[in-house]
Structure formats: structure tokens, C-alpha cells
């Protein structure tokens, strides 16, 4: 078997290369070197130069990857493709490649995962850590060549382990996802994941969750991550270390679950749905002259309300439609702040009750009609979906136009699914926010 060992170094988050170093093997003996800088026709970031030490004067007079590209590809033919964390030194070269026109496949191994394997309870396998671990000499930290040679080093120890032909045939094999896999994700918490609806949690090696998803395979979801090329995914893999999951049993309880997941971890890879956007509640209330109010206030901070909004401007337009449909004033609904008599440029069919031309007890009879007509309307809703197991449903709750959560139910419980008060019994509180309000209109 013939090995090319190689490290890149790139510009960052743009992943173009600045060196590369490939040391070939054969198992016993380094037969062939190239090692070279290369000009990544990009600027290389500050911290990037703090790191490697390598500049953009460094690199003026590096050729372009295109000038090196034929022999990378002739010394890697017919080679198993070894990094330390390979899918990043693999996918990076790839990149290249493919910016000029051209594919570039071999097979792979990572050395991260071979050390899991081999070298079994070390405190760290980051190749500084692991060399030092190992008593593996490592110079010029961060420079292509000195890692790569590093990491020659550490295979060949990897090599002479007792058993290192059983782990090497099994990674070797063409439907393993060793090289698949981010190299610190353990193939046995992967096994676990289950083939079903619900959510899911990459997690650091703090356990600190890092990303949520949704997916209606969880296995098949987590393994498409791993494939995707993206830098987004190429850094979460490489810092995921175990990936947890919840069922849900069906695609709306898992966007549900996920939401609250998202706004209550605020995992850094999840960019949408991380801020609980303010929601607003209409209520009502009764002035010193006997008159009834309809308001509104941020729902944290509104008691017994009627309706819950997600933003101002649709309790304007709900308040303008309820005023136009029941004949009330814009006064007195929270539309209009004047001293005297509503003059709203909309709402035109206040019958006078701000001008003492109608009597109080006429207009509230009215402001009655329409608080009936929203509980009437907004009356409690119950969604039953599909459990997580035959055995069982789950249910959502929605009590006066807000979500109040969800919970799962034996089907052996004799439960009546029209009974709120008993619903409310098995769910699990959530928080209602507008991208749960979204979520719900699907279904509702």
C-alpha cells in the first residue's frame, strides 16, 4: 500500500492554500517529498499571519495552485490520501482542483481517527498534544512541512500497533464512514442515531451544543452534513464531538422542538431562528367613567389577555377591523391619543361615544359583542399528530390564540382530546413567539 502524507496551510475561511507539503510512503520508507508555498490569489487574513507566520509577501513570488497542480496529482496517484483530520486537507485540495476544471479523488485516512482507535485514551488528539503524548518530535508548529512530517512520524507508529492491520482494513473498507465522519465523533454514538422524525444536536468536546437540526431521518440528515463542502459545515464538523437527538414523531413537532431548542441554546452554528422576537397582547380594561378600553401592551407585561400578535403592526390592523366591524371609537381601542373626540383618517364609524353623543352603556354593549366574538373565535385548539412510537400520539396546545406547548400521550389513556383542562395535564410548557406562530398556521 502506497501513502501520501500531507498538511495544508490556507487563507481562512476562504480556504485557498498557501503551502502544501506531501511526504509519500510505502510503509516503511518516505520514497518522494514535494513541499512548496503557494500564492492563494487572495489576501491572507492577520490572524492567519499570527498563526502560520506566513504573509502576502511570503507567498508574491509562490506559484499559483495551477502551476503545481500536475504535480500534486502525479504524486498522489494511486495513494491513500493520509491527513491529520483529513476531510479538511482533503476537501481543501479538492477545491482547488475543481476551480480549474478538474476532479480529484483518493482514497482517505485520517490519522485523528486512527489514533482514537489505536492509541486509546489520550487526553487529547490534536496533533500538537498527541505528538507531545507520543514523544513525537514537532517543529515549525503550523508550517506544512513541519506537521506533515509530524504526522509521518505518528503513522508509522500507528502502523506498528498490534492492531493496526484489523483497524486499517476496517477504515479501508468501502462502505466504512471512517473517513467520512468528523474526526472526533466516535463511529458508535453515530450507530445510535435513529432513522426516524425529530431533532438533533451536534456538540464540542464541552458538550456545549454547537448546532440544532430538524430532519425527518435524523441518521440521513447528520451524514449529509458530513458531505457538504461548505466552509459553514467543514468548521461545524470539525469541532463536533458527539451528536445527541430527541424523536418527535412527526415534521411539526420537530420545527416546534427545534425553535425552542435554537432560542434557548443559541448554538453558534444556527444563525435563524436564535432571537425571541417580542409579542404583544390585546387586552381590556374599564376607565373611572365606566367606559371600556381595548389596548395593548408587550404580553410579559399585559394580564388576562385576549389575543396575542407578533408585532405592532398587526394588532393596528386587527384593532382597525374590529373598530370598522363593531362601530367603535379609535379612541378608546388604543388607535388614536387625543384629548377630544377621535377624528382616526381610517376609522370612520365611531357612533360618538368620545363626543357624549352616545351614551356609555350603548357603546359597551358593542365593545361586549366583540370581546365574545374573539373568545368565540380564538377558542382553544388541540392538535393531535403522530407519537413516536405506534403507542402513543402527541398533541399541541393552543389556548386562546397562544401556544402553550406540547407533551405525548399513551394510547392506552383513556384521554378525551377535546378536553383542554386534561390536555394541559400532559404538556410540556413552551413559549410562543412569532416563528411558532408560523409554524402553526400550516396545521391549524
Given amino acids: 500500500m502506497m501513502y501520501t502524507i500531507i498538511d495544508v496551510e490556507t487563507t481562512g475561511r476562504s480556504n485557498r492554500i498557501t503551502e502544501i507539503s506531501i511526504f509519500k510512503y510505502d510503509g516503511t520508507t518516505v520514497i518522494d517529498e514535494f513541499t512548496t508555498l503557494v500564492n492563494p490569489g487572495v489576501l491572507i487574513p492577520v490572524y492567519i499571519t499570527v498563526l502560520t ?129 468528523p474526526p472526533n465523533l466516535s463511529e458508535e454514538v453515530f450507530n445510535t442515531l435513529p432513522e426516524t422524525t425529530g431533532i438533533y444536536y451536534f456538540m464540542d468536546k464541552k458538550n456545549t451544543i454547537i448546532y440544532v437540526g430538524k430532519a425527518k431521518n435524523i441518521k440521513k440528515r447528520v451524514l449529509s452534513h458530513f458531505y457538504d463542502k461548505k466552509q459553514k459545515e467543514l468548521d461545524l464538523c470539525r469541532e463536533t464531538a458527539h451528536i445527541d437527538f430527541a424523536l418527535s414523531g412527526s415534521e411539526t413537532l420537530a420545527l416546534l422542538m427545534e425553535d425552542a431548542a435554537i432560542k434557548k441554546h443559541f448554538p453558534k452554528y444556527n444563525r435563524a431562528s436564535k432571537i425571541s422576537k417580542k409579542s404583544y397582547s390585546l387586552f381590556n380594561y374599564t376607565d373611572r367613567k365606566g367606559v371600556i378600553h381595548f389596548a395593548t401592551n408587550i404580553s410579559k407585561l399585559a394580564p388576562y389577555a385576549l389575543l396575542t400578535f407578533h408585532s405592532r403592526r398587526d394588532v393596528i390592523l386587527y384593532m382597525e377591523k374590529l373598530c370598522a366591524t363593531y362601530k367603535l371609537c379609535p379612541k378608546y381601542c388604543n388607535l388614536q391619543a387625543v384629548e377630544a373626540s377621535c377624528d382616526h383618517y381610517k376609522i370612520t364609524t365611531c357612533q360618538g361615544v368620545c363626543s357624549g353623543e352616545e351614551t356609555i352603556d350603548a357603546y359597551n354593549k358593542r365593545v361586549h359583542l366583540a370581546v365574545e366574538a374573539i373568545k368565540n373565535k380564538h ?16 398533541v399541541i396546545l393552543i389556548e386562546n390564540g397562544v401556544y402553550r406547548g406540547y407533551g405525548f400521550i399513551s394510547k392506552n389513556d383513556s384521554i378525551s382530546y377535546t378536553d383542554a383542562e386534561t390536555i394541559a395535564t400532559h404538556i410540556i410548557p413552551q413559549q410562543d413567539n412569532a416563528d411558532v406562530q408560523r409554524i402553526l398556521r400550516k396545521v391549524i
Avoid: W
Avoid at 492491520?165 to 477504515?171: I, L
Avoid at 377558542?379 to 412510537?389: A, E, P, T
Fill in 53 to 181: 507566520n506566513i504573509d502576502n509577501a511570503t507567498v508574491a513570488n509562490a506559484p499559483y495552485f495551477e502551476a503545481i497542480a500536475e504535480r500534486v496529482l502525479e504524486i498522489t496517484e494511486g495513494t491513500v490520501f493520509v491527513a491529520h483530520n483529513v476531510n479538511f486537507d482533503y476537501n481543501v485540495i479538492r477545491g482547488e482542483f475543481k476551480r480549474l476544471g478538474l476532479t480529484f479523488d483518493r482514497k482517505k485516512l485520517c490519522t485523528v481517527r486512527l489514533s482514537r482507535q489505536l492509541f486509546k485514551g489520550l487526553p487529547s488528539y490534536s496533533l500538537g498534544k498527541l505528538c507531545a503524548s507520543l514523544e513525537i518530535p514537532l517543529t515549525d508548529r503550523h508550517r506544512a512541512r513541519g506537521d506533515a512530517e509530524a504526522t509521518v512520524t505518528l503513522f508509522q507508529k500507528l502502523l506498528a500497533q498490534e492492531e493496526a492491520p484489523a483497524v486499517f482494513k476496517s477504515f479501508m473498507k468501502a462502505n466504512s464512514r471512517q473517513g467520512t465522519l
Fill in 379 to 394: 377558542v382553544n385548539n388541540i392538535i393531535k399528530l403522530s407519537g413516536r412510537d405506534v403507542d402513543e400520539d402527541a
